[in-house]
């Protein structure tokens, strides 16, 4: 059926970077609008950034200039690249796939950003 698998999360340093994947299976990936959210222990669910079936992405003010949304549909995946990571953005990170009249997320995979 369909489903959304996050890969890449890991221990990272301040500074660092990181690479997310989000892999899908079970949609026509090259038609859904895609995104990443994150959420913190002890805080709200928030958006990080978004990319559509044409390639124009979004980003929420936190990340802008430091994250990037990319999307390959021949490989069914978008990715999430994070650059110059700040401990605040540490948190769960998830995947996020939307159609008219339906949506999906993915498991979620941890980012941890500390010395």
């Known amino acids: 059926q369909v489903q959304l698998v996050e890969s890449g999360g890991d221990l990272v340093q301040p500074g660092g970077s990181l690479r997310l994947s989000c892999t899908a299976s079970?949609?026509?990936?090259?038609?859904?609008?895609m995104g990443w959210y994150r959420q913190a222990p002890g805080k709200q669910r928030e958006l990080v950034g978004t990319?559509?079936?044409?390639?124009?992405?979004n980003y929420a003010d936190s990340v802008k200039d430091r994250f990037t949304i990319s999307r390959d549909n021949a490989k069914n995946t978008v990715y999430l690249q994070m650059n110059s990571l700040k401990p605040e953005d540490t948190a769960v990170y998830y995947c996020?796939?939307?159609?008219?009249?339906?949506?999906?997320w993915g498991q979620g995979t941890q980012v941890t950003v500390s010395s």
């Open positions: 996020y796939a939307r159609v008219i009249g339906t949506e999906f």
């Open positions: 079970g949609i026509t990936f090259r038609t859904y609008f």
């Open positions: 990319i559509t079936r044409y390639g124009n992405t």
